[in-house]
């Protein structure tokens, strides 16, 4: 398969968390857990919940703000926002719409990308198409949640696990070059949903009730897809551009469980210290997770010029993607 010699890359970064911290021992306080039984089986310590009058629009706005400073440009070049989420702020508007209100400006392209964690992935791979094309010149790809909001604090399995934020990529010509990507996705049901809300089974006063707006998860099911998952998409990737595992300078995958990526990274032939991973700090941020790694990882110098990174994410869908940067 041919790589595709693009013209589009990255131009700048932006990551938001919220300030509110929820530590494992406040869930400890919730539900029946502790810091040790959700540190050893996760990586995490800690996650950013947003406020109640904070929505994912306001958090992606924060992430856009910051990406258009980091790319020296204002929020009139932008001539398309695409942002992937699993929380809108209404199913209409979309939270793309939303974004575009708080940045003040109209006449944009507006799209919404509801496949989960792998949202920015997704948005990503569209943002470059889009100015590969040459129809937009400066293109926002974020990913943004507000987790809490769809987030079932009775259940053990899930409760522990998310978090809040947003991260953002402008995305032009030049930059940082998006050598190759690509979205996919394997339809299951089970292993990642949430059941109320569509036309399938729309919200009831039985269902709120229950929780039916919540993330439901079949942890084994989940499990077994990311590692196999991120193996064959981390080959093809590497076979694309012609590369060998140990050309890539950081791995920056979808944050979801630290051993989980460990293993898969370990499988994939990716060294350890190679693998970018924040998730003690934020939880599992969905769509925002992989922006907001990669925005880390620039700032706190672990890419530099010259360096091949890939990113890697999957969600509910199943949905998967990736794209191959070099900075």
């Known amino acids: ?61 924060e992430a856009a ?43 944009v392209g507006c799209l919404d990308i509801s496949t989960a964690c792998s949202g920015f992935a997704y948005a990503l791979e569209l943002a470059a198409s889009l100015v590969d094309c040459g129809r937009y010149k400066h293109v926002l790809a974020i990913g943004a949640e507000k987790l809490s909001a769809i987030t079932d604090y009775t259940d053990r399995g899930t409760c522990v696990l998310f978090g809040d934020g947003a991260g953002a990529a402008v995305v032009g010509a030049g930059g940082h070059r998006i050598i190759t990507s690509r979205s996919t996705c394997d339809f299951n049901y089970d292993a990642l949903h949430i059941k109320h809300g569509g036309s399938r089974a729309p919200h009831t006063h039985e269902s709120i009730e229950k929780n039916g707006h919540c993330i439901r998860m079949n942890g084994r099911e989940v499990y077994r897809f990311v590692v196999d998952k991120m193996v064959t998409l981390t080959k093809e990737a590497l076979d694309r551009a012609g590369l060998k ?26 060294p350890r210290d190679r693998l970018f991973m924040n998730i003690e700090k934020f939880g599992n941020t969905s769509g925002a997770s992989v922006p907001m790694a990669l925005d880390e990882a620039v700032q706190t110098g672990r890419v530099k010029k010259g360096d091949y990174v890939l990113l890697v994410a999957f969600g509910g869908g199943l949905s998967s993607g990736y794209s191959l940067v070099q900075w």
Request: charged share 20%.
């Open 65 to 107: 703000k910051r990406a258009l400073a980091n790319a020296g440009l204002k929020p009139s070049d932008v001539g398309y926002i695409l942002v992937g989420t699993a929380c809108p702020d209404t199913p209409f508007p979309n939270t793309a719409a939303w974004v575009s209100k708080a940045l003040g400006i109209t006449d």
């Open 245 to 270: 595992p140990e050309d890539i300078a950081l791995f920056v995958p979808h944050q979801a469980n630290a051993y989980m990526l460990e293993y898969a990274a370990d499988k994939a032939g990716i």
């Open 1 to 61: 398969m041919a790589v595709n010699n693009n013209i589009a890359g990255i131009l700048g970064l932006g990551s938001y968390a919220p300030e509110k911290v929820l530590t494992n021992d406040d869930l400890s306080k919730i539900v029946d857990t502790s810091d040790e039984w959700i540190f050893t089986r996760t990586g995490i310590r800690e996650r950013r919940i947003a406020r109640p009058d904070q929505y994912t629009s306001d958090l992606a706005y």
